[in-house]
């Protein structure tokens, strides 16, 4: 019984940090969404390049790259699947990545000009604000492909609700309500999953269906 509290405890603890991650990563689009446009109108050299890997003017990359960002800040932070939000960090931080290998492959070994004008921004320089974006890619890959793994191991131990069924009229059912303070998905399970873990159809979260039983 108290390992299995442990469990529960441990499982919770790391949906909660999922949850911090996945906001924390929205909020980091979303400020380098914003670097991107302010970016995009000034008049630094590196705008009136083209683009050694997309072969077209850095301005429009600039400004294409800014908008899946702040998309993607939008889904991280008002969305509540938990697999679509941390698939989608995954993605995005993997696309970085292979434009960073491709840079490297194409012999730039400068500062990875994705970071635009963000030296002059942060008034520090060029070096400097290529480590800061390093640290924030390793950040962003390691923390989505390590909460990916651990939703995607946690998916047997689920049963996955995709709509609530209302129980027969010979069958216990018991209501209750997810534990998400953002949530709070109203709930119905018959007897079948007392005392098992469901997973909330409307935020993923992983749940303990109650054994307390009411009549429909």
Request: proline share 5%.
């Amino acid at each position: 019984m108290k390992a299995k509290l442990l469990h529960l405890l441990s499982e919770k603890f790391r949906l909660r940090a999922a949850g911090f991650f996945i906001y924390s990563a929205g909020a980091l689009f979303l400020i380098t969404a914003a670097g991107k446009a302010m970016g995009g109108f000034g008049t630094a050299a590196i705008f009136h390049m083209s683009d050694p890997v997309m072969m077209i003017p850095s301005r429009y990359v600039f400004f294409a790259a800014g908008g899946i960002e702040l998309a993607a800040a939008l889904i991280c932070l008002f969305r509540k699947e938990l697999f679509l939000r941390t698939g989608l960090i995954a993605w995005l931080a993997t696309v970085f990545l292979a434009y960073r290998i491709t840079l490297w492959i194409k012999g730039w070994h400068g500062p990875c000009i994705c970071t635009g004008n963000l030296a002059d921004l942060l008034g520090v320089s060029p070096w400097t604000a290529d480590l800061v974006s390093k640290i924030v890619l390793a950040y962003l890959l390691l923390g989505s492909y390590g909460f990916l793994t651990f939703i995607w191991l946690n998916r047997p131990k689920v049963v996955r609700l995709n709509k609530p069924a209302a129980p027969s009229v010979q069958s216990v059912a018991v209501k209750f309500s997810c534990t998400n303070p953002t949530c709070r998905q109203h709930i119905m399970v018959d007897e079948s999953r007392f005392g098992r873990q469901i997973q909330c159809p409307a935020c993923g979260t992983i749940l303990q269906v109650p054994t307390i039983i009411t009549k429909p």
